[in-house]
Every structure is written in C-alpha cells, then in structure tokens.
C-alpha cells in the first residue's frame, strides 16, 4: 500500500502528464478540500478517493458517448454508505432519487455527465463504475458538509455565511 506521501506524488505526475486530469484534481479539491489543491496537504483517503474517481473515469472513456449498457469488464460490485452492494440498475435508481431531492443534485448530476459521461444524462444509460463515482463523490460531499456544520471545520470564508460551489444556482445568477 502506498503512503501518503507516495499518493501525493502520484497526484502530482498526473497533473503533469495530462491537463484535464490537473482540472479534475482542481475541482476535486475546490469541491470536497477547501479550495487547497497541493496533493501533500491532504490525508491519504482524500487523496485515495480522487485516484480511484480518476481511475474510474479513464476506464469509463473506453465506452464514451455509447455508455449504454455495454460489457466492459467492470467488476460487478458498488457499495454505498447508504447499505451494502448495489447493482447497476439500483445506482441508476438512486441517481433519479437523487436528481428528484433537489435542483442543486440534478445540476451536479448533469454536470458530471457532461464532463466525464460524453453528455449521456440517462443513469440507466452508464455502467456500473461511472453511477458509482456519482454516488460516492455525492456522499462524500453530504458527509463533508456534516462535518463542516458539526465540527466549524471547512466552514464559510466570508461573513455571510456563504461558500461558493459551482453546483449553487446563486452562482449562476
């Protein structure tokens, strides 16, 4: 298992070898790590996760714009933290559940698959490992957002209260 240390400066060839891996990294850390994108200042599963979101989606550029429904080799288990494994067909249904919460989820929704799912905006229309991603990064964030209200850690830079996020209607206005 690599060290921190080692993530980082895996982290930091990524970027160096490809500008939009350098982009997904500066979204990544402006969503879910407080704006700070140098790779050593975060904790291994920080870090862990982005490597595996960047993995996922690089295999997920094989099927591009045809996402639907072909084999690909994928292994076929997902987990959530909301209960055990789910199959592609209940990630595509927890996608929907999710878009039907809130406009800011259906946003973040159609933004991930305008970015990384070839515009493809239809959950039963991605295999498995790109729901996945969706799903864990959208649960992160939720359990990030947690932790900022309980603990103050993360919480908003300017005295209004309000934290930009690119998903924030507001920030459209």
């Given at each position: 298992?690599?060290?921190?240390?080692?993530?980082?400066?895996?982290?930091?060839?990524?970027?160096?070898?490809?500008?939009?891996?350098?982009?997904?990294?500066?979204?990544?850390?402006?969503?879910?790590?407080?704006?700070?994108?140098?790779?050593?200042?975060?904790?291994?599963?920080?870090?862990?996760?982005?490597?595996?979101?960047?993995?996922?989606?690089?295999?997920?550029?094989?099927?591009?714009?045809?996402?639907?429904?072909?084999?690909?080799?994928?292994?076929?288990?997902?987990?959530?933290?909301?209960?055990?494994?789910?199959?592609?067909?209940?990630?595509a249904?927890?996608?929907?559940?999710?878009?039907?919460?809130?406009?800011?989820?259906?946003?973040?929704?159609?933004?991930?698959?305008?970015?990384?799912?070839?515009?493809?905006r239809?959950?039963?229309?991605?295999?498995?490992?790109?729901?996945?991603?969706?799903?864990?990064?959208?649960?992160?964030?939720?359990?990030?957002?947690?932790?900022a209200?309980?603990?103050?850690y993360?919480?908003?830079?300017?005295a209004?209260?309000?934290?930009?996020?690119?998903?924030?209607?507001?920030?459209?206005?």
């Open positions: 298992e690599l060290t921190t240390q080692q993530l980082a400066e895996r982290v930091k060839q990524m970027q160096r070898q490809s500008e939009q891996t350098k982009q997904q990294w500066w979204w990544y850390c402006d969503t879910f790590g407080g704006g700070v994108r140098d790779p050593a200042r975060h904790p291994e599963p920080f870090l862990q996760q982005f490597l595996a979101m960047s993995e996922a989606q690089q295999a997920a550029a094989g099927y591009g714009k045809a996402a639907a429904g072909s084999s690909s080799g994928f292994t076929s288990h997902a987990f959530s933290m909301y209960g055990g494994e789910l199959t592609t067909q209940q990630l249904e927890r996608v929907k559940q999710m878009q039907r919460q809130s406009e800011q989820m259906k946003q973040q929704w159609w933004w991930y698959c305008d970015t990384f799912g070839g515009g493809v239809d959950p039963a229309r991605h295999q498995e490992p790109f729901l996945q991603q969706f799903v864990t990064m959208c649960e992160a964030q939720q359990a990030q957002q947690a932790l209200s309980s603990s103050g993360g919480k908003a830079l300017d209004s209260g309000y934290r930009y996020s690119p998903y924030d209607p507001i920030a459209y206005a």
